[in-house]
């Protein structure tokens, strides 16, 4: 069985705010789908959210800030999952929420050291 890395992104800022009910429905989705992989045995990192801001360091020492305002799909979070194929990977990864509000799904494959 291999380990997949599940990426999410997402325009955040053409995002319309949400209530606080909203945000609570949206939560309870997550879960459900992680606890769905979980139930499977497939989950290895329950993953986490990752802030908007950040920082890109370059050779020679560069450092600029990121992500790169230009992006309009930012990274929104990950987890990491196990499956015996990349179509196994897809497949769990159809059920995220993110797609139900125009974000995506990035599946790869990790390849240990």
Excluded at 39 to 61: E, F, T, Y
């Amino acid at each position: 069985m291999k380990e997949f890395l599940l990426v999410f992104r997402n325009d955040y800022a053409a995002m319309p705010e949400a209530t606080a009910e909203e945000r609570q429905a949206i939560m309870k989705q997550w879960m459900d789908w992680i606890g769905g992989i979980a139930q499977k045995n497939k989950l290895v990192d329950r993953g986490n959210r990752l802030g908007s801001a950040g920082k890109v360091i370059k050779s020679n020492n560069v450092i600029t800030d990121g992500p790169y305002i230009e992006s309009k799909e930012l990274i929104g979070g990950y987890t990491i999952i196990k499956a015996d194929s990349y179509e196994e990977a897809v497949e769990l990864s159809k059920g995220c929420p993110i797609l139900t509000v125009g974000g995506n799904v990035e599946v790869r494959d990790i390849v240990p050291m």
